[in-house]
């Protein structure tokens, strides 16, 4: 069975899961810049996971860091409307607590 995609914000910034606010991609990114983040990023990832001591896991951690501030998901925001980030916040607690408290609870559920 497909697994559901999370509840996205109507402006595409955001995507909710574990109840917060995290930073979509930068939608400006082209496909093959895009492509070489990600990858980037899942090498960091397994390189966190294997690491050996704390030296390696905190090399590995700046190379996750890197990678998502590639990908627009860290760092300056990407749009250019002088919004905020509000990644790491509960939907409720943003200025997108309108939208969250009109989706179904289903939705809701899959931002849980």
Do not use: C, I
């Not at 082209?30 to 030296?55: I, N």
């Not at 501030?69 to 409720?92: C, F, S």
């Amino acid at each position: 069975m497909a697994r559901e995609a999370h509840p996205e914000t109507p402006d595409g910034r955001y995507f909710v899961a574990r109840e917060r606010l995290w930073r979509k991609t930068d939608p400006r990114l082209d496909d093959s810049a895009r492509r070489a983040a990600v990858k980037a990023l899942m090498r960091a990832r397994r390189a966190v996971a294997q690491a050996a001591d704390a030296e390696e896991e905190a090399r590995a951690r700046a190379e996750v860091d890197a990678a998502k501030r590639r990908l627009g998901e860290r760092g300056p925001v990407w749009w250019d409307d002088g919004a905020p980030d509000e990644g790491g916040r509960h939907p409720a607690n943003s200025r997108y607590a309108a939208w969250w408290a009109a989706l179904s609870p289903e939705e809701r559920a899959r931002g849980a």
